[in-house]
């Protein structure tokens, strides 16, 4: 089996009286004995590996006769190690074996035959030590993981460079691969200004290992004739599924985009399309940039239609014109200085934290340096971690089943219970109302653990699970014929499966009258609603979160003390009927709350649990108690970002009971009825005909009127209050309800609403324990936000030269500053500070803001305020409400804000387009998801907007004509549209703080133009709305 060959020489100058012993594995290299010598003869590319190990030992093969002192070599030829290596280890002769391992030569086997298991002999193998795939102390880096698996990265590895002529750089290029690993392993080289012509034949350009693209500069086509030219250069080790889909020449730009389909890609890609761009240097500046990167960008556009979920790397030398003006969702991945102290050679893509770029020397006399991009992209199924969540089925029949339950219950058992006497234990009555509501849900209900995982695709089922199981087990125990006959079943049942759920998708298209199903559909197809973030499981964050939550609780030191009633009030009373149909109104997709009791429910058995739920809200309200089961809260902590660094980084939503809901919503209305219609005009929020375009239009409207005016300027300070619903003192709500015309009883009731409210967090599996809150309403309540508006109604503006513009807690002061006076200003905010500290509001001075809007010709330096002791910052642009404000009223920054939220929509838009959707269906995704960005607000920025901006966002509208194949409204027609509307509705309305500029001429049939003595005034929207108005027919 073996040939072992021994020769013994004796010899004097022996370093060792022990014996010394040779063994020399030959692999891939012919070796010849000369004289006694061992001499290698072969090219030394051709040797793959050798090694020569002398070790002092004894030998236990020794003959009797020989001497200890007997120096022995041994040496085994090339064919027996070959024949060894690929032999099972049970075969070789033990000495032999236990040689090798004394030498480590068995501490990697090697590839051996591969052996498929008898059936029914399940073979269990645990690896030795000396056998582990990665030893210890071996990095384990982005860069060690791309020298493991070169050709298996998840993204391509990248080398970009402007090589200056890429024939004399060709000699260079195959040293640098000879020498290199890095440079051989690369997935794709993009050369620019590769300066090729027809002269030079595609055979001339050739790399071993590389397949190339070019797109050499056309005299036709760029009126130039030298220069110029984009080469790509892909590795056949990675891709050999490489194609041109596109190419590019003109005067301003050169491009050249293949589309390539590797052996390995990341499920969450369907392709990767790599592109090499030039552009000259007299193309990178001003209109030409911009005419240059549209050009790009109607390639890149279209490709993206056909591969929505491609991979899209844009590498080349776009000196100074910028990508990311017509493609903001792109991201540049290359930090450094490539050509002096300028970045020209840029390198996009369309996922974030993609590559690492590094610098590298330039290719031979080349002025540009080397850029090689490191893939640092994660893998999607490495990201996240499979969530588990318990989910109730509802099987056909239940909901009969429950209301039959329902009819058929004795409710007066449970008061009877409660009753001791006259008196009616609330807290008793209602707990039990509501536990046997959902006990009886649970007896009807099946519960589900499911699993999901972040790249699960949509149509898997149980069945495919179950076979893909049966199928691994039948490989495990090698039984042929049960493997052959599972592959095909499941085969058969993923066709099944895909099948099913593209009915399931198109069944949500057949109503169109049902946009709900429609948008259920379009999320299907697009993945609309993505997954927040999966964070780390800590017994101990809940409490945290819990505690951080509540931590305003400390500084309430008031009492809750209710006031007695007057015999002569009335207490509110509600009827059968008001909360039956508040019930049917209830939205059955709502979270339920802490009573577990959902929405769907309350709403299809809303005849048989109208009498008990009556019962109960008017119990409450006569004894001004409500059940502490139905003010209780659970707080889900949802991260605001994918990396959460402190406890502010969970934003808390909070989960109420629905019948608790529909309980508020009566109060509620009950409420409006008794409040006067002309309370705070200047509080746009939670106002019926009142919305963002009115704040912002007011704000816009009295800065302009008053810059119309000479040697004025206008100051905005934009308040920030940390928390502010959480910090409402009830007792001092409670005593401005009263100065409004609230009743006692009515009063009373909210007073206990906003006390004693238990909060719990669950996140991880764990349970917080539970805090009880006297301060501030429970967020996410129906109350909560009337409640804030009332408490601020008083926040108002002593000096007519100021305003207080409010929405919600969103409060801006307006100062009208004339002549460089601003003492009113000043003393208006000291008085809303004094005013939040009496109501126990917090200011957030870091994170407000003032800007100053100054036309005057001559400069003036205006001092900052002081607030607290601290100065507020003063800037140059701000979000307000939605809009990026300028302290130069433009739109540039609002513009290009709102174009990368639509570009990044135009995504969706396009799978929905590969989904074979028609158009009516996309038409409707566009007006719901890209038009309504588009046309956020666009009453107040639209008049004022630059040509530039406009072309900008019709750009966007133009990009989605061609997806859908039909044409959309413009910009222009969106604008007159809604500013009409939006007049119309003003002017019927007299509670409007601007109704008042929109007068009838004598004539009665047009309105008083607005006087305006510059276009910015002129074009803003009341001066605009007023002339829309006097121009219709």
């Known amino acids: 089996m073996t040939e072992n060959v021994k020769e013994r020489e004796r010899g004097e100058g022996q370093k060792s009286k022990l014996g010394q012993m040779r063994i020399g594995t030959m692999i891939g290299t012919n070796w010849n004995q000369d004289g006694g010598a061992l001499t290698r003869s072969g ?43 690929n032999q099972p280890e049970n075969t070789l002769p033990d000495e032999v074996l236990q040689t090798l391992l004394e030498l480590s030569l068995l501490r990697d086997p090697g590839r051996q035959p591969a052996v498929f298991p008898d059936a029914g002999a399940q073979r269990k193998c645990h690896r030795k030590r000396c056998e582990r795939k990665r030893k210890r102390g071996k990095r384990a880096g982005i860069r060690a993981r791309l020298k493991a698996s070169p050709s298996r990265p998840a993204i391509p590895s990248l080398f970009l460079a402007n090589v200056c002529s890429l024939d004399n750089k060709l000699d260079y290029i195959r040293l640098q691969r000879t020498t290199q690993r890095e440079f051989r ?11 090729l012509n027809d002269n030079i034949p595609d055979s001339a350009i050739q790399l071993a290992g590389l397949t190339a693209f070019r797109a050499d500069r056309s005299a036709a086509l760029s009126g130039k004739t030298r220069g110029g030219g984009v080469c790509v250069y892909i590795n056949t080790e990675w891709c050999n599924n490489a194609v041109t889909v596109a190419k590019h020449c003109s005067p301003l730009v050169e491009f050249l985009i293949v589309k390539c389909r590797p052996f390995y890609l990341v499920r969450e890609f369907s392709a990767v399309l790599i592109a090499a761009v030039y552009i000259p240097p007299s193309a990178s500046i001003g209109a030409n940039a911009k005419e240059a990167l549209c050009e ?103 909901i009969s089943a429950l209301q039959d339950c329902f009819e058929c219950t004795a409710w007066d058992m449970f008061r009877e219970a409660a009753t001791e006497g006259d008196s009616v234990d609330l807290e008793e009555y209602a707990a039990s109302v509501t536990g046997y509501i959902s006990k009886c849900i649970d007896d009807v209900t099946v519960s589900k653990t499911i699993t999901t995982r972040p790249n699960q695709k949509p149509w898997m089922t149980a069945e495919v699970r179950a076979l893909l199981r049966t199928r691994d087990s039948a490989f495990r125990v090698g039984d042929k014929v049960a493997l052959r006959k599972v592959r095909a079943d499941l085969s058969r049942a993923i066709r099944e499966a895909k099948r099913a759920h593209a009915q399931r998708i198109h069944s949500h298209f057949k109503d169109t009258g049902d946009t709900r199903r429609m948008w259920q ?58 909360v039956r149909n508040t019930l049917r109104r209830v939205n059955p997709r709502k979270a339920a709350g802490p009573d577990n009791i959902p929405g769907r429910v309350l709403r299809e058995c809303a005849d048989q ?38 406890l502010n980084d ?71 209050f940390s928390s502010a619903f959480n910090t409402i003192i009830p007792q001092n709500l409670i005593r401005k309800l009263s100065s409004l015309g609230l009743n006692t009883p009515l009063c009373n009731w909210i007073l206990d609403f906003l006390t004693g409210r238990p909060q719990s967090v669950p996140f ?52 009208l500053i004339t002549k460089g006076d601003e003492s009113a200003y000043r003393e208006e905010v000291q008085r809303l500070t004094d005013w939040c500290t009496v109501n126990n509001l917090h200011l957030n001075v870091d994170k407000t803001k003032e800007m100053v809007v100054d036309f005057r010709r001559a400069q003036h330096t205006h001092s900052p305020l002081n607030i607290d002791g601290s100065s507020v910052e003063i800037v140059k642009s701000t979000k307000f409400l939605g809009v990026h404000l300028a ?100 002017v019927n309305d007299p509670t409007h703080p601007s109704h008042e500029l929109f007068s009838l001429l004598p004539s009665g049939r047009r309105y008083r133009s607005i006087r305006s003595s510059n276009t910015r005034f002129c074009n803003s929207f009341y001066p605009q709305a007023i002339r829309l108005l006097n121009c219709r027919d």
């Open 43 to 85: 090219r030394s590319g051709s040797v793959k590996w050798c090694f020569c190990v002398t070790i002092c030992r004894f030998f236990r093969l020794f003959p009797a006769n020989m001497c200890i002192g007997t120096p022995v070599h041994m040496f085994y030829h090339r064919q027996t190690l070959l024949q060894w290596r």
């Open 185 to 195: 392993d690369c997935c794709a080289l993009v050369f620019v200004e590769s300066w």
């Open 296 to 398: 790009l960008y109607r390639s890149i556009s279209d490709l993206q239609n056909k591969h929505p979920d491609g991979l899209f790397i844009i590498a080349g030398d776009f000196n100074h014109a910028n990508l990311k003006s017509v493609l903001p969702k792109f991201h540049q991945h290359v930090d450094f200085a490539t050509r002096g102290a300028s970045a020209l050679d840029l390198v996009y893509t369309n996922i974030p934290s993609a590559y690492r770029a590094e610098p590298r020397p330039h290719l031979a006399f080349s002025d540009h340096m080397c850029v090689w991009l490191t893939p640092t992209y994660t893998p999607l199924i490495r990201r996240s971690r499979p969530v588990q969540k318990q989910v109730k089925t509802w099987p056909a029949g239940s």
């Open 521 to 578: 559909g379009i999320q299907a197809i697009t993945n609309y609603r993505t997954m927040p973030p999966s964070c780390e499981r800590d017994a101990s964050l809940p409490d945290a979160l819990n505690n951080f939550y509540a931590r305003f609780e400390a500084q309430n030191n008031t009492m809750a003390r209710k006031t007695m009633p007057k015999p002569d009030e009335q207490v509110l009373c509600l009827t059968a009927v008001d």
């Open 609 to 646: 649990l109208t009498d008990v739920l009556t019962d109960i809200f008017n119990i409450s309200l006569c004894s001004a108690t409500v059940p502490t089961c139905l003010k209780s809260t659970t707080i889900v902590p949802v991260p605001k970002k994918s990396t959460v660094s402190c």
């Open 650 to 720: 969970y934003r808390p939503i909070a989960l109420t009971p629905i019948i608790m809901k529909c309980f508020e919503r009566l109060v509620m209305r009950n409420i409006k009825t008794r409040l006067p219609s002309s309370l705070d005009p200047l509080q746009f929020a939670y106002r019926p005909n009142r919305s963002t375009d009115d704040a912002i239009t007011t704000t816009l409207h009295l800065s302009l009127t008053h810059l119309e005016k000479k040697d004025t300027y206008v100051r905005m300070l934009f308040i920030d």
């Open 764 to 815: 991880g599996g764990s349970t917080s324990s539970t805090i009880t809150l006297n301060t501030g309403p429970p967020q996410g309540s129906v109350l909560s936000p009337l409640l804030f508006t009332l408490l601020t109604h008083d926040c108002a503006a002593k000096h007519s030269s100021n305003s207080f513009i409010k929405f919600a807690d969103d409060t801006t002061v307006l100062g």
């Open 887 to 986: 302290d130069n009223l433009t739109w540039t920054l609002n513009t290009s804000s709102t174009a990368k939220k639509a570009q990044q929509r135009l995504y969706f838009l396009r799978k929905l387009r590969k989904a074979r959707l028609p158009p009516p269906i996309l038409t409707l995704f566009y007006r719901g998801t890209i038009e309504s960005i588009l046309s956020s607000c666009t009453t107040a920025w639209f008049g004022t907007f630059t040509v530039s901006d406009r072309k900008t966002l019709q750009h966007i509208v133009r990009t989605a004509e061609r997806i859908i194949g039909i044409s959309l409204p413009s910009i222009t027609d969106i604008y007159t549209t809604r500013s009409i509307r939006k007049a119309t509705s003003i």
